[in-house]
């Protein structure tokens, strides 16, 4: 595995690796702290191609709040051995100042209801814009076919694939399924700063969702029961969630009755630490045996 | 010549010429009406490259008075006639629905002083919004190794080399001379809506860019004097200029001395038609024979 750090290197890499004969790049960015879930991703990307290109980089635009910057766990000796070990051909791991030089001044902004709910309230209307800006610098500075990405957030995907189609990047967008811990928890950089008691009491969010599926799956399709379903199993655990989010998974608008496919999105903090998982709701197919 | 109107196809056709061998595409964007400045910047194309693609799309979204956007001359048939005489080998002439569909979201935004002087004020803060934005679709659409603009817009040509290279576009841009009637107007296509009165009128804007460069030429490097002389030429032409700016070539500050190169540059209304124009200012080389 190459490490790089600069934006020259990898294009060189991925050119070479090209002169000789590859013929789909993909690309899984991170902002390091690698768990399985990260390494889920590569595994994605490896079956589907030739060379898989990962980036580390603590992107400081997408962070609204300078705790939950200067908190974000850095590992990279770590990361770098985990991310071999998985299959990674080229490891991007720029500074700040490679990727925002002196004068940089632009900003790709998703715009419309897309940035206007859940994850924009709790991290500031300016993380998608952090988001859209670095995922769009990565791919066009590693000419990935492919980049993969975690279904766990699954609005930072909705607005990648937004801001992909809308800029005309030749990039496939990948999104593979969250990866949980065995106590159901999605797995997160984030919950390693969660202590043994607050980790217990998390695993009310994925238990909430759980509660919605099975309500869901016995026929409950109004969004206010199912609600009051999520909120029983986080309530009992002593957690008052930031939000329990019904959108429709195209338009994230929200939604009363589940018809079409429904995102279950919850964002809530434990302790410090603040969690986000979701689940993908669909009518149960009545052709279906049981 | 061909003529295609979506953006796969456009893909499709540079995707062919390069299979076919072609190393060096550029693409002339404009928004059509052409005149001999745009067939200047094909022919510096042509003379570049081995596929030359000129866009004509008069982009609705870097329009900030509607009934500029509605006046603005449309004449495709005789565009592409001249376009295919310069030599143009691909032209692009998509509707607005092809590059803006339904539920489209992005904004490229440049910030800075580079989008808060100028042009900001005349042609409202969305204007460059729209120049970035469509400039950005264009250059990954055709996947250009260069790309031609015309230094009468100079402030559109900083903005978007900031922005090719804050995303890291790969596309090479190139600034092509102005070029001017033999009146010295500088050819635009909103020079046919000038009655034969103002028209005359007009060629005190280049008049008052000559008599800049001739103050300077003679020594007067202060920025107040300068000023009062192209202030001068305007007046007595009964032309009140929106701006008359004299900035830093690179960062667009204004300045009070012409030391580093300079960019002059004026824009007025001459009856309804809002003109531009401008020169960039250099101290006379010292070591130079005269």
Known sequence: MKIVRRVSELRDEVRRARARGAERVGIVPTMGALHDGH????????????????????????????????????????????????????????????????????????????????????????????????????????????????????????VVRRMVADLGIRTRIVACPTVRDRDGLALSSRNVRLSAEERSRATAIPRALEAVEAALALGETSVEALHARAAAVLTAAGISPEYVAFVDERTVRPVSEIADPVLCAIAARVGSVRLIDNALLALPDPTEEH
Not at 40 to 53: C, K, T, W
Not at 55 to 84: H, M, W
Not at 86 to 104: I, K, Q, S, T
Not at 110 to 122: D, Y
């Open 39 to 158: 390494l889920s991703l590569v595994r994605a990307a490896r079956r589907d191609g030739d060379v898989v290109v990962m980036s580390i980089f603590v992107n400081p635009k997408q962070f609204t709040e300078s705790a939950d910057l200067a908190g974000y766990p850095r590992q990279e000796a770590a990361d770098a051995a985990l991310a071999e070990s998985a299959g990674v051909d080229v490891l991007f791991a720029p500074d700040a100042a490679e990727l925002y030089p002196d004068g940089f001044a632009t900003t790709v902004h998703v715009g419309g209801p897309l940035t206007q709910t859940m994850e924009a309230s709790g991290r500031g209307p300016e993380h998608f814009d952090g988001v859209a800006t670095v995922v769009a610098k990565l791919l066009l500075a590693s000419d990935a076919d492919a980049a993969y990405f975690g279904q766990k957030d699954a609005q930072q995907v909705m």
